[in-house]
Structure formats: C-alpha cells, structure tokens
C-alpha cells in the first residue's frame, strides 16, 4: 500500500471475514482490495484495543483528520531505529521488500504487478484468473 492510502483507512475499511483490506480512492481514484494477513490482523486488533480510534484508523493530532503522510514516515523512521536497521528505510522501501518476498515465493510476476498496481515490470498479460488474492501473504 502507498502511505496515502495508509493514512486514509478507516476501521470499516478492514474486513477481517474475507481477510481484506479495503483501500478506497487509491492511486487513479480507483477503489481496490489488498490482502490482510493474520500477523497485520493482529497488529491492527492490539493497536484498536490500545487507541480506541474513531473513524479514521490512524487519527492524527486532532482526531478529526488522519494522520499525515509526514507523521507516518516519521513513524517508519522511528520503528527503523528502534529496530537497529543501520540502512535507510521508507515506507517505499516496504513496498519492495513485499514484491521480493513474492518473487523469492515464486508468485508469477505479472501477479506481484496487478497487487503493486504497476505496470513498469512487465507488459499485462490477458486472460489472467482474478482470483490474485489467493497468492499468500508474503508477510506471515
């Protein structure tokens, strides 16, 4: 997901029954669903139960807006540290950590291309099953 997208879930956005999560007015206005793995589940539940939030998932400074793109990145920088990752992170960098994961799986590229919503890496290819949220989550 792109931090933009990040910062605009709200908790009725997660749906947990079919293990989605709803992303709306994404990149190109376009609404679409991306895979929730158990782990982020439960990252997502202890967060609820810690902050309570209201509509939006990660409310910012005043709860009636979202956190901000700047606050966010602020936060992955935080958590690098924390974690003692001597290299530079992003939130962009985790974009391509996940498509890694999927390839070192042997997800099929032009897959990993329709979930990043990019086509840089290899032309669309018709005829395609839509069923790409059965690939596993690279993400345990």
Request: hydrophobic share 40%.
């Amino acid at each position: 997901m792109r931090a933009s997208e990040i910062i605009s879930l709200k908790i009725e956005n997660i749906d947990s029954t079919r293990m989605v999560i709803r992303v709306e007015q994404g990149k190109g206005r376009k609404d679409r669903y991306v895979m929730l793995s158990p782990y982020l589940l439960d990252l997502l539940r202890g967060w609820w139960r810690a902050a309570r939030p209201r509509g939006w998932l990660f409310p910012g400074q005043n709860p009636i807006n979202p956190l901000t793109t700047r606050q966010l990145n602020r936060a992955c920088h935080a958590a690098a540290m924390m974690a003692e990752i001597d290299k530079p992170v992003s939130l962009h960098t985790l974009r391509h950590s996940f498509a890694t994961h999927l390839l070192e799986q042997k997800t099929d590229i032009r897959v990993i291309q329709v979930l990043l919503e990019t086509e840089t890496y290899c032309p669309p290819t018709h005829g395609r099953g839509p069923d790409l949220l059965s690939v596993p989550s690279a993400v345990w």
